[in-house]
């Protein structure tokens, strides 16, 4: 019905050559669309880990939903509300704990409501050694602690 058997092949090739494109890109594996919950002291160590997840050749892959800039607001239901909805982007929170981030009442905030919203959290620290005092929203809710160089595959 309808049309010549030679524009059902070319369809047919179409297909296998989209079939073959679309493995390609999964065999390189999925960019997740993450929140990064940290201490905004710790903002130069953070940008380094946003830059090593944009570049090609890093195995550490993810989309950064996170707030890049300090939000421009004293009101605190105001920042978290932005934040709510960053969160809510993304499938997974990636807390980067250093010495000072036990200290954090932001950090800890964005922990819960990350766990509220269901979203998979790991933390992530430089170094082998993970800091001194982990916060208390990471050791209570058993989430996991993997160092900087690991990432990728907890990602």
Not at 75 to 84: C, D, G, H, L, T
Request: hydrophobic share 30%.
């Amino acid at each position: 019905m309808g049309g010549g058997s030679d524009s059902g092949r070319s369809s047919l090739g179409n297909i296998k050559k989209l079939e073959q494109k679309a493995k390609k890109e999964l065999e390189k594996g999925v960019r997740r669309n993450t929140f990064l919950s940290f201490d905004y002291d710790d903002i130069d160590e953070v940008n380094l880990l946003r830059a090593h997840a944009k570049n090609e050749k890093s195995e550490i892959e993810f989309i950064d939903r996170s707030v890049k800039d300090p939000i421009n607001s004293e009101r605190a239901e105001y920042i978290k509300q932005k934040i709510v909805e960053r969160i809510r982007q993304c499938s997974q929170t990636v807390v980067y704990i250093a010495d000072d981030t036990h200290n954090s009442g932001w950090v800890k905030w964005e922990v819960e409501k990350s766990l509220q919203l269901g979203k998979g959290i790991i933390a992530v620290h430089k170094g082998d050694t993970p800091p001194s005092k982990i916060p208390s929203c990471i050791t209570e809710n058993g989430i996991k602690i993997v160092s900087w160089s690991n990432l990728s595959k907890h990602l």
